[in-house]
C-alpha cells in the first residue's frame, strides 16, 4: 500500500499569511493526488484534484502542485474561514489512501 | 444540485451486522462510481471502499475485506455497504461520495453528511 506522508500535523499561522501543506508518497503516483479541506463538524470538501487543477467554485488563494512522491499544498493569504483539517488523498493505486491530516488553526 | 445522503448508521453489538444506505440525486447515478470513507472518532479519513458506476468492479480496504460488501441499486440511485462481524475498531462516521466517470478517476466529490456506526457492548 501507499503510505501518505503529510506534514505539517498542525499550524497556527496569522490572517493573510501564507500557508504551506507537504504531501509525501511512498511510490510515483504521477500526479494522481486530491486535496480536501474538513470543517469541524463538517464532511471534507474537494478543494485540488489531479494534483494542481482548482476544482469549480474554490477560492484561488488555494493551490496545489508537486509530481510523482511530492506534493505542495498552499493558501496563499489565510483567511478565518479557512481553518479545519486538510487532508491529501492518492488515487496512483489501489488502495486507496489518505494523509494523517494537517490541522490550521488562526494564530 | 449533485446530492448524496447517507442513512442506517446505530449503535451495534460487536459480532454484529448492519448495512448503511446512500441515496443520490442531481447525477445519472449509473454513470459514476462511488466510495465509502469513514472516520473513526477524532481521527482522520480512512477509505473503506468504491463501485464501479456499472457495480462490475469493486475493491477494499484490508481491515475490511471479507466483511464488508459495497453493491449499488441503479433503479433506486442507492449505494450500499453491508457490514457484517463488526468490531470496535469499526466505529466511525461513514461517508459516501461520488467518484468519477472512469474506474481510476477517484476524487470524492461531494460527500454526504455521514452517519455514525458504534460498535459497542
Known amino acids: 500500500d501507499i503510505q501518505m506522508t503529510q506534514s505539517p500535523s498542525s499550524l497556527s499561522a496569522s490572517v493573510g499569511d501564507r500557508v504551506t501543506i507537504t504531501c509525501q508518497a511512498s511510490?510515483?503516483?504521477?500526479?494522481?493526488l486530491n486535496w480536501y479541506q474538513q470543517k469541524p463538524g463538517k464532511a471534507p470538501k474537494l478543494l485540488i484534484y489531479?494534483?494542481?487543477n482548482l476544482e469549480t467554485g474554490v477560492p484561488s488563494r488555494f493551490s496545489g502542485s508537486g509530481s510523482s512522491t511530492d506534493f505542495t499544498f498552499s493558501i496563499s493569504s489565510l483567511q478565518p474561514e479557512d481553518i479545519g483539517t486538510y487532508y491529501c488523498q492518492q488515487y496512483g493505486h489501489l488502495p486507496l489512501t489518505f494523509g494523517g491530516g494537517t490541522k490550521v488553526e488562526i494564530k | 444540485e449533485v446530492q448524496v445522503l447517507e442513512s442506517g448508521g446505530r449503535l451495534v453489538q460487536p459480532g454484529g451486522s448492519l448495512r448503511l444506505s446512500c441515496a443520490a440525486s442531481?447525477?445519472?447515478?449509473?454513470?459514476?462510481?462511488m466510495s465509502w470513507v469513514r472516520q473513526a472518532p477524532g481521527k482522520g479519513l480512512e477509505w473503506v471502499s468504491v463501485?464501479?458506476?456499472?457495480?462490475?468492479?469493486?475493491y477494499y480496504a484490508d481491515s475490511v475485506k471479507g466483511r464488508f460488501t459495497i453493491s449499488r441499486d441503479q433503479t433506486k440511485n442507492t449505494l450500499y455497504l453491508q457490514m457484517n462481524s463488526l468490531r470496535a475498531e469499526d466505529t466511525a462516521v461513514y461517508y459516501c461520495?461520488?467518484?468519477?466517470?472512469?474506474?481510476?478517476?477517484?476524487?470524492?466529490?461531494?460527500w454526504g453528511q455521514g452517519t455514525l456506526v458504534t460498535v459497542s457492548s
Open positions: 489531479d494534483a494542481s
Open positions: 461520495a461520488k467518484s468519477g466517470a472512469n474506474w481510476g478517476s477517484f476524487r470524492f466529490d461531494p
Open positions: 442531481g447525477f445519472t447515478f449509473s454513470s459514476y462510481g
Open positions: 511510490q510515483d503516483i504521477n500526479n494522481y
Open positions: 463501485i464501479s458506476g456499472s457495480a462490475g468492479s469493486t
